[in-house]
């Protein structure tokens, strides 16, 4: 089945949107019973292969719990549009000053709805918190941010989810990947997606050699098929990890281009090139990603491919 990708309410760094079509064809080949997510960030590849049965794991609590308040019923569209409208029209009369209200708010309270206006009005749309665990991502300066189109969309995305939520059965759980790799059984499908090591590092994501030597322990000692999705290489260096830990006897690698706009500027946009390791035979090549470029998220741009039918 063939349709646009759903685009999650979040953005986060390192979404895997440019990916879904890929991940989603190499998964469709297996056969599993329930698709496990030990890095599941904005949860754009879960919603897009829709598995049945899921289990959905982050240490970002934050993340876990929008999605719970959505799969809940406690977050609907209609709850976000009112919430946005007139959280927007306060940081439209009283611009930055309001941004750095609402988040120091969050900063107390932590509420999934106060999240995902900082997620959609922050510079870049990063999800970034410091050594305290405060969300400290500086504001897009941009007080129209929630003009009444954005807002439609987001809630749009909302909606859509919740559509998704309704006919699963899902599990969203706040867990180190350790844990919830540790939960896999046979006949589960393990898609992991960890943080790049070096990059973005911040309370939710500091990512160590050591985390992804665990990581890949955990992964090779697994009774069922595992994907994991790394950044290969770039025009200015290779991921050391892909030698020293990824390319071991009984693991499979693919690549995939993609364009990561890592700036402010047309001129920084850098090609990445991912890699895709698994610990089965993968037949599919998946193809080069179409030229353009991306930041973090690729919102509203189709990507066309093969969608998994919800079993
Ligand atoms: C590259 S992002 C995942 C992106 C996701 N696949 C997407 O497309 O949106 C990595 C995620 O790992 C989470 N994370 C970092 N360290 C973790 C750990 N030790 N255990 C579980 N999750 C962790 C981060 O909070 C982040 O959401």
């Known amino acids: 089945m063939s349709r646009p990708p759903l685009v999650p ?3 986060c760094q390192g979404i ?5 079509s890929a991940i989603a064809k190499i998964a469709d080949a297996r056969d599993y019973s329930r698709w496990i997510e030990p890095f599941c960030g904005s949860c754009v590849v879960a919603l897009n292969v829709q598995p049945k049965k899921a289990l959905l794991c982050d240490t970002n609590l934050h993340i876990i719990s929008l999605y719970q308040g959505i799969q809940s019923g406690k977050i609907t569209a209609a709850s976000a549009k009112e919430f946005l409208t007139s959280e927007g029209e306060k940081l439209k009369t009283q611009g930055e000053p309001y941004y750095y209200e609402v988040r120091e708010r969050f900063n ?3 509420t999934p709805l106060d999240f995902l206006f900082l997620n959609r009005s922050c510079f870049n749309g990063v999800i970034r918190f ?3 665990g405060k969300f400290n991502v500086p504001y897009c300066h941009k007080p129209l941010r929630f003009a009444q189109a954005y807002v439609t969309k987001i809630t749009n995305q909302i909606r859509q989810i919740a559509q998704v939520l309704s006919a699963v059965d899902w599990t969203f759980e706040v867990s180190d990947f350790r844990s919830t ?3 896999a059984e046979a006949g589960d499908f393990v898609y992991a997606d960890p943080p790049y090591a070096g990059r973005h590092v911040d309370y939710f994501n500091s990512w160590s050699d ?3 030597d665990a990581l890949a322990a955990h992964l090779g000692a697994l009774p069922c098929d595992f994907l994991l999705s790394t950044w290969h290489s770039n025009e200015f260096r290779r991921n050391g ?3 020293a830990v990824w390319s071991r006897a009984g693991f499979h690698m693919l690549k995939r281009e993609h364009f990561y706009h890592v700036g402010s500027s047309e001129d920084l946009r850098h090609p990445m090139i991912e890699a895709l390791v698994s610990n089965f035979p993968m037949t599919e090549q998946p193809e080069k990603a179409p030229e353009q470029p991306v930041l973090f998220a690729v ?3 189709q990507i066309t491919g093969h969608l998994r039918e919800t079993k």
């Open 9 to 11: 309410p979040l953005k």
């Open 16 to 20: 895997k949107t440019k990916l879904v």
């Open 108 to 110: 107390d309270a932590f």
């Open 130 to 132: 410091n050594r305290k």
């Open 181 to 183: 790799i540790a939960k």
């Open 210 to 212: 050591v985390d992804e």
């Open 241 to 243: 990890a892909i030698d």
């Open 299 to 301: 919102e509203g741009k």
